[in-house]
């Protein structure tokens, strides 16, 4: 299982709260080829993203990582729909109190330009596990269903 940041800004029309309040039973699909146009994050779909994976959801205009969401496909090539299905929301945790840019995530080169600009971008295991303490202190009441989540998936 690996773990990814995936960026949207919410200027253009779309937020993730639209995907964690959704009531959507079975997988979300997410991203098309219109939405998602870096070659890295293209060839970071297509190669290496799969199924179970983590997705750590940031609105790079608010500057704020919003939730978490599990990968219910492996990544998918341009002109097959979407590039990507996230689990049913109710699988994911929507963070009561997200975390800022600064300083929550100043850790994690994914978040910084000298990464890349792309939507799609891997977090280093070693910025995860402290990601993943940051998580529960900022959420407490959430701890539960973090820790439910960031278990590696059955299968």
């Given at each position: ?120 971008q891997p977090i280093d295991v070693d910025e995860f596990a402290r990601l993943r303490r940051i998580l529960i202190a900022k959420n407490p ?15």
């Amino acid at each position: 299982m690996r773990c990814w940041v995936f960026k949207i800004n919410t200027r253009r029309g779309w937020e993730f709260a639209q995907y964690f309040r959704s009531r959507a039973r079975g997988p979300y699909p997410l991203g098309d080829e219109g939405w998602i146009r870096s070659a890295l994050s293209l060839r970071y779909l297509r190669q290496e993203v799969k199924r179970g994976d983590l997705f750590l959801c940031y609105e790079t205009d608010r500057k704020q990582l919003v939730g978490v969401a599990r990968a219910a496909s492996d990544g998918r090539d341009t002109g097959l729909g979407s590039l990507l299905d996230f689990c049913p929301p109710r699988e994911a945790v929507y963070l009561q109190s997200p975390l800022a840019r600064h300083p929550d995530l100043n850790h994690i080169l994914a978040f910084t330009p000298s990464r890349g600009r792309g939507t799609i971008q891997p977090i280093d295991v070693d910025e995860f596990a402290r990601l993943r303490r940051i998580l529960i202190a900022k959420n407490p009441g959430q701890a539960p269903a973090l820790s439910n989540i960031f278990r590696e998936p059955r299968g």
